[in-house]
């Protein structure tokens, strides 16, 4: 097995156990899509060219309301706008394996592969991690796929009332633990934290979930000026 | 416009301006060399993205309106100590869906 194909599995393996997590999600966007009164075409063609579910269904079920397309599109950018801040994270570690396609890069960052990649991937030597962020999110996006095809031609069978979507959230916390490696990180999760929980429910269009992120890189950073490299032995 | 068609202008919009979202700073990386004060910022983007969605998590949407979930709380905090204590996704995983279960169990015998 080549070096690219194990850094793909390793990928794969890795994400893999936020799958569970992703597929009850995945048949609400494809039935919304379908309820919105569109066929799979729609379904299909917007899980692979948009690959961002919390947009997907807002988009969706803001289309389905009769709001203007403006708002529409608008609402589900502002949803998206974290994968700009994403996206300057992760370049630099992946831009020294990355040639000048680079920019096609983006299309597979979603929270999961970002979240896998940057916890786990980029400290491991034995693989190359463009290939293992690319393999994280190939399966992703096949389980996103399949589960938007079933939710539109079956509905949401899942119960919401089994909390399956909470898996995603589970593994998240998984990946945060071992990220936390100096007081200032600790510090940046603790006011990220406070944040959001205040935020989120007040601020429009996931706003809040930008604005905490944004409070907690700052208080990282300024707590990181103060204590260099504080470890935190947990 | 059919209704179809404003369908696909609102996928292919919203395909474009995604893909500017996540591939900009991506294409611009090492055009410029990085400022200091950005870099610091940006090692915290991990911690603070994780973060930020877990405890967006912790909230249900009834009706466009968030309402905390105390089982998602207990739920979180119990997965929490298991992910300190074994560094394992699995465990904290397998813990945080049981205990979210039985918490939410509890709670609607409390409350019914």
Excluded: C
């Excluded at chain 2, 610091?40 to 993205?49: D, E, G, K």
């Amino acid at each position: 097995m080549s070096r690219t194909t194990g850094s793909m599995l390793a990928g794969a393996r890795d994400v893999s156990p936020i799958i569970v997590g992703i597929i009850p999600f995945g048949l609400v966007a494809g039935a919304a899509v379908t309820s919105a009164g569109f066929g799979l075409a729609e379904v299909i063609g917007m899980s692979l060219l948009v690959n961002a579910g919390a947009s997907q269904i807002a988009a969706t079920t803001l289309y389905a309301e009769g709001a203007p397309l403006l708002v529409v599109i608008g609402t589900a950018l502002v949803i998206n706008a974290r994968l700009f801040i994403y996206s300057t994270s992760i370049a630099p570690v992946i831009m020294p394996e990355a040639g000048a396609w680079r920019a096609l890069l983006g299309h597979p960052l979603v929270d999961q592969s970002y979240a896998v990649t940057m916890t786990t991937g980029r400290y491991r030597d034995d693989i190359n991690v463009i290939p293992y962020y690319v393999g994280s999110w190939l399966v992703l996006a096949l389980v996103w796929q399949f589960s938007n095809i079933v939710g539109a031609l079956g509905g949401a069978f899942v119960p919401a009332s089994w909390s399956l979507d909470f898996a995603v959230p589970l593994v998240f916390l998984a990946m945060l633990v071992p990220a936390l490696k100096f007081r200032a990180d600790v510090e940046a999760a603790i006011a990220t934290a406070i944040a959001a929980a205040l935020l989120v429910p007040v601020m429009p269009m996931q706003t809040g979930l930008i604005a905490a992120i944004v409070i907690g890189m700052v208080w990282g950073s300024a707590r990181h000026h103060e204590h260099p490299a504080v470890e935190v032995d947990a | 416009m059919s209704e179809q068609a404003a369908f696909w202008v609102v996928i292919l919009v919203l395909a474009g301006g995604t893909f500017l979202l996540r591939s900009l700073p991506l294409w611009l990386q090492g055009r410029t060399p990085a400022p200091r004060w950005l870099e610091r910022l940006l090692r915290h983007v991990p911690a603070a993205a994780l973060t930020a969605l877990v405890v967006t998590s912790l909230y249900t949407k009834t009706g466009g309106a968030y309402v905390v979930a105390p089982a998602r709380i207990l739920a979180a905090v119990a997965a929490l100590l298991v992910a300190v204590r074994t560094r394992n996704v699995i465990w904290t995983l397998v813990t945080g869906m049981a205990v979210l279960w039985m918490a939410q169990g509890v709670l609607g015998v409390l409350s019914g």
